[in-house]
C-alpha cells in the first residue's frame, strides 16, 4: 500500500517554472521498490503521461510534449519524487498526479496508486 501526496502547484506565467513534489508512505514494500510516474489531466481531456522513472532512478521517461522542458528525479531515503518544469506553456495548465507501481511505463493503468493531483496554471 502506498499513499501519495502532491504539492508545489500553482500559477505561473509563460516561460516560468515550478518544482513539484511528490511524497510517498509505503508500508508491507519498500517505496524504492516501485516506479513513479506523473500524469496530467486539462480540463475536458484524458489523464495523460507526462514523465516516469524506474524504481532505481537510472531511467527516466518523458512525453514528446514535455522533453526537453521537465526532468523527473527521485530520492529514495526521502520517499520522495520530483517534476521539474522549466519553460512552461500555458498548454502545460492542468492538474498534475503522482502515481507509482512496478512498472515505469506511459499506461497509466499500469500504475496502483496515485495521488490527489496538485494544479498547475500558466498564463499568457
Known amino acids: 500500500q502506498v499513499q501519495l501526496v502532491e504539492s508545489g502547484g500553482g500559477l505561473v506565467q509563460a516561460g516560468g517554472s515550478l518544482r513539484l513534489s511528490c511524497e510517498a508512505s509505503a508500508s508491507g514494500r519498500s517505496f524504492s521498490s516501485y516506479a513513479m510516474g506523473w500524469f496530467r489531466q486539462a480540463p475536458g481531456k484524458e489523464r495523460a503521461f507526462v514523465a516516469a522513472i524506474t524504481s532505481s532512478g537510472s531511467s527516466t521517461y518523458y512525453a514528446d510534449s514535455v522533453k526537453g522542458r521537465f526532468t523527473i528525479s527521485r530520492v529514495n531515503v526521502k520517499k520522495m519524487v520530483y517534476l521539474q518544469m522549466n519553460s512552461l506553456k500555458p498548454e502545460d495548465t492542468a492538474v498534475y498526479y503522482c502515481?507509482?507501481?512496478?512498472?515505469?511505463?506511459?499506461?497509466?493503468?499500469?500504475?496502483?496508486?496515485w495521488g490527489q493531483g496538485t494544479q498547475v496554471t500558466v498564463s499568457s
Open positions: 502515481a507509482a507501481g512496478n512498472t515505469a511505463t506511459t499506461d497509466k493503468m499500469r500504475y496502483n496508486y
